[in-house]
T-cell receptor, first 115, second 108 residues
Framework: SAVISQKPSRDICQRGTSLTIQCQVD?????MFWYRQQPGQSLTLIAT?????????ESGFVIDKFPISRPNLTFSTLTVSNMSPEDSSIYLC????????????FGPGTRLTVT | AQRVTQPEKLLSVFKGAPVELKCNYS??????LFWYVQYSRQRLQLLLR??SRESIKGFTADLNKGETSFHLKKPFAQEEDSAMYYC??????????FGGGTRLMVKP
């Protein structure tokens, strides 16, 4: 299974600023995903990031607020822009196992608090 | 639209008792269904998927298309089973839709 790391593991940010979260995988993967888990809630998919193409955003999420980069097959970033307290969440990246379609492995998450 | 419902936010049982975590889904196509688990201070991890028909850590789950359910069962709960359990569904586009999660507490 893929090993996924995320940086930072947590951060406290001020309203109006931006934070970039990094996701690194130890093997090449085609599909990477970014999720949000708001306090006491389940996981919601933000976008799918494929290398060499623009990210595909889910309903309710827009590129201006959550720009994503996918420069290669082992790395992706998610930026949370112009943050407000409502953006306080855990942000997780995941990858699909190339040898087992539809199975996803998750990173440890980034806990973001916006004050 | 696809939707996953886990009706119980919390399920508390005693060690050795049977466990059933309920999951119902709505999806117009042929779903791929999963159970993910998150133990305390650990990352979310795949427990099992319906297509593999495996038993993992004593847990099984059967897809019932007639009832659109994918309940997770274990005949004898252990304290180490205490965790957050998420039922999830995916379509051909690889998008995972998660249920709200059920916290399982196994008391000694």
């Amino acid at each position: 299974s893929a090993v996924i790391s995320q940086k930072p593991s947590r951060d406290i940010c001020q309203r109006g600023t931006s934070l970039t979260i990094q996701c690194q995988v130890d093997s090449q993967v085609t599909m990477m995903f970014w999720y949000r888990q708001q306090p006491g809630q389940s996981l919601t998919l933000i976008a799918t990031a494929n290398q060499g193409s623009e990210a595909t955003y889910e309903s309710g999420f827009v590129i201006d607020k959550f720009p994503i980069s996918r420069p290669n097959l082992t790395f992706s970033t998610l930026t949370v822009s112009n943050m407000s307290p409502e953006d306080s969440s855990i942000y997780l990246c995941s990858v699909e196992d190339p040898s087992r379609p539809y199975e996803q492995y998750f990173g440890p998450g980034t806990r973001l608090t916006v004050t | 639209a696809q939707r996953v419902t886990q009706p119980e936010k919390l399920l508390s049982v005693f060690k050795g008792a049977p466990v059933e975590l309920k999951c119902n889904y709505s999806y117009s196509g042929s779903p791929e269904l999963f159970w993910y688990v998150q133990y305390s201070r650990q990352r979310l991890q795949l427990l099992l998927r319906h297509i593999s028909r495996e038993s993992i850590k004593g847990f099984t789950a059967d897809l019932n298309k007639g009832e659109t359910s994918f309940h997770l069962k274990k005949p004898f709960a252990q304290e180490e089973d205490s965790a957050m359990y998420y039922c999830a569904l995916t379509n051909a586009g690889n998008m995972l839709t998660f249920g709200g999660g059920t916290r399982l507490m196994v008391k000694p």
